[in-house]
C-alpha cells in the first residue's frame, strides 16, 4: 500500500511539474510578441534613482574593465541580449542609445535590481565591481567598430 | 500490501531515481549551457532565484557519521526551473546507502520559491513552500528540523522505511547582499500532514563572501573569483507543543563554492555537530550544471513559437 500511494504521489508531483514546465515556457516564450512583433520597453532605464544615476563608474578608466565584462557579459548576458548585445526574443537590445546613451549608474541600477516583471533576474549577487565592469563593456560597444548601434527596436 | 524488499535497492533506484535523471539530462543536452554564480550554501538559501527558462541539474551527497549504528551516505539529485525571474520550482529526488544495511529510494521533494519584492533591498523576502513526500529513512539532512537528534538515525533502514511522512515546508528566505557580503537568514516551519503531528520549528543562517571581487580579463579555471566561501550554521528549534533547543540538533559548516567557465559548479562542505545530539561530522559536496534556453526548448516541443 505504501508504495502504491508513494507511486501515485511521484506520479501526481512529476505531472505538476510537467504543467508547470509547460505552460510557465510558453508563457513566457509568448511574453514580449505583440501583434507578430517584439518588443520591448526601456521605461526601467528611466526608472532609476536620481542617486543611483549620479553614480560615477569606478572602472571606467580601468584598463582591463572592457575586456573583463565582456567576458562576464558572455557568461551571464549573452543569453538573453545576444552574442554582439542585439537582442532576442529574451531580452532588448543593448545597443539602442536608451542604453548606450545613459547615465552609467542608471545602467548599474538596472543590472542591480533586474526587471523582474519582465524576465530579467537581479544581478546584484554579482559583486559590484563586477557590475561596474559589465557596464564599461555594454557602453563601450558604441565605440566600437565592429557592433552597430541602433538595433532594431525589440 | 508488503513493502518492496530491501533486497531489490538497485533495481528500486534505477526506475525511480536514475532513469528519470537520465530523461531530463538528454532533455537538458539539448539545451545551451550557461556559467551560474552559484552560492556555497548548501543548506542555507539565499535570495537568488533561478534565471528565467535555465535547468540546473544538480547532485548532491551528505556522509554521516552515525554513533549507535552504521555511518551513511545519503544522495539526492535536484532538477531547478526557472519559471519566470520571480519563480523557481523544483523537484528533489532523494536515496541513501546505510553502510553494512541497504540502499534504498527515500522520497521526493517539490519546492518553489517565489520573490516578493520586484527589487533589491536591504533585505530581500522570499517565500519557499515545499511538499515532501519522503520515508523514515530520508537522510539527506537538507534541514534539521524540531527535535530531530542523531540517534533517530540509528535504526536499520527495513525499519526505518516503514514511516512515511507527508510533510509541508515553509520558510521565510531573507538575504542581504552587501559589498560583496550576502548575509542570509532562513526560518523554518514544518507540518506533518497528520493532524495529530506538531508544527516544527527550524533555522539556518549563513554568510559568504566571493575570493576576488573584480573579474580578471581571461577565462580562467582556478583565478580567485570563480571561488565564494563561507559558513552556514542550521539546526532544530522544537515544535510547537515543545518549543526550545533542548533535544534539539545543530551544524556548523563552512562552505566553499567553486563556480567553472565550464558550466559546473562544485560545492564542499563539512558540517560539525555542536552537541551530542548531533552527528559528529556530516561531509557534504555537490556537484551542478545550468542549462539556459531549456524552456525554450520545452516551448519549443509543445509548439510555441520559435
Not at chain 2, 512515511?164 to 523554518?188: C, Q, R, Y
Request: charged residues 20%; contains cysteine.
Amino acid at each position: 500500500m505504501k508504495t502504491t500511494t508513494m507511486t501515485t504521489t511521484f506520479a501526481v508531483i512529476c505531472v505538476l511539474i510537467s504543467s508547470v514546465l509547460i505552460f510557465g515556457s510558453l508563457a513566457r516564450a509568448q511574453k514580449h510578441v505583440i501583434d507578430g512583433r517584439q518588443r520591448w520597453s526601456y521605461e526601467a532605464m528611466t526608472q532609476a534613482p536620481e542617486t543611483a544615476r549620479v553614480r560615477r563608474n569606478p572602472l571606467a578608466a580601468d584598463p582591463d574593465a572592457v575586456a573583463a565584462g565582456g567576458k562576464l557579459y558572455e557568461l551571464h548576458c549573452n543569453e538573453c541580449h545576444g552574442e554582439k548585445a542585439g537582442g532576442t526574443r529574451w531580452g532588448p537590445s543593448l545597443l539602442r542609445p536608451e542604453v548606450q546613451n545613459a547615465a552609467p549608474g542608471a545602467v548599474f541600477w538596472v543590472l542591480t535590481n533586474g526587471v523582474v516583471r519582465h524576465g530579467m533576474p537581479v544581478w546584484s549577487k554579482l559583486p559590484e565591481p563586477e557590475r561596474w565592469q559589465i557596464v564599461t563593456f555594454v557602453q563601450s560597444l558604441k565605440s566600437r567598430p565592429d557592433r552597430q548601434l541602433g538595433g532594431p527596436t525589440r | 500490501m508488503a513493502d518492496r524488499p530491501a533486497s531489490r535497492p538497485g533495481a528500486n533506484l534505477f526506475s525511480r531515481l536514475l532513469f528519470p535523471a537520465l530523461v531530463l539530462c538528454f532533455l537538458a543536452s539539448a539545451a545551451s549551457s550557461a556559467l551560474a554564480q552559484e552560492s556555497p550554501y548548501i543548506v542555507t538559501y539565499d535570495h537568488y532565484l533561478e534565471e528565467p527558462g535555465s535547468l540546473e541539474v544538480e547532485y548532491f551527497s551528505t556522509f554521516g557519521t552515525q554513533r549507535g549504528g552504521n555511518d551513511f551516505d545519503a544522495f539526492w539529485a535536484e532538477f531547478e526551473f526557472g519559471v519566470t525571474a520571480w519563480w523557481t520550482t523544483e523537484l528533489y529526488v532523494a536515496g541513501q546507502t546505510t553502510f553494512n544495511d541497504s540502499t534504498i529510494f527515500t522520497g521526493t521533494r517539490w519546492e518553489n520559491r517565489f520573490r516578493l519584492l520586484q527589487r533589491e533591498h536591504f533585505v530581500n523576502p522570499v517565500l519557499y513552500i515545499e511538499f515532501e513526500n519522503t520515508d523514515g529513512a530520508d537522510k539527506i539532512l537538507k534541514e534539521v528540523e524540531g527535535h530531530d537528534v542523531e540517534s533517530d538515525y540509528a535504526e536499520p533502514n527495513g525499519i526505518l522505511r516503514q514511516e512515511h511522512d507527508h510533510e509541508l515546508e515553509m520558510k521565510l528566505l531573507l538575504s542581504s547582499t552587501f559589498k560583496g557580503w550576502n548575509v542570509a537568514l532562513n526560518p523554518i516551519t514544518t507540518k506533518n500532514l497528520l493532524p495529530s503531528e506538531p508544527w516544527e520549528f527550524a533555522y539556518a543562517i549563513g554568510a559568504s563572501h566571493p575570493l576576488a571581487m573584480k573579474a580578471l580579463p581571461n577565462r580562467c579555471n582556478f583565478c580567485r573569483e570563480n571561488f565564494i566561501a563561507g559558513v552556514e550554521m542550521y539546526g532544530g528549534l522544537g515544535d510547537a507543543q515543545s518549543p526550545g533547543l533542548h533535544d534539539t540538533s545543530h551544524y556548523l559548516a563552512p562552505v566553499l563554492a567553486w563556480n567553472l567557465p565550464s558550466d559546473w559548479t562544485v560545492r564542499l562542505s563539512t558540517g560539525f555537530g555542536l552537541n551530542d545530539n548531533s552527528h559528529r561530522v556530516l561531509v557534504r559536496w555537490g556537484l551542478s550544471r545550468e542549462f539556459s534556453g531549456f524552456g525554450e526548448l520545452v516551448s519549443r516541443l509543445f509548439g510555441g513559437r520559435p
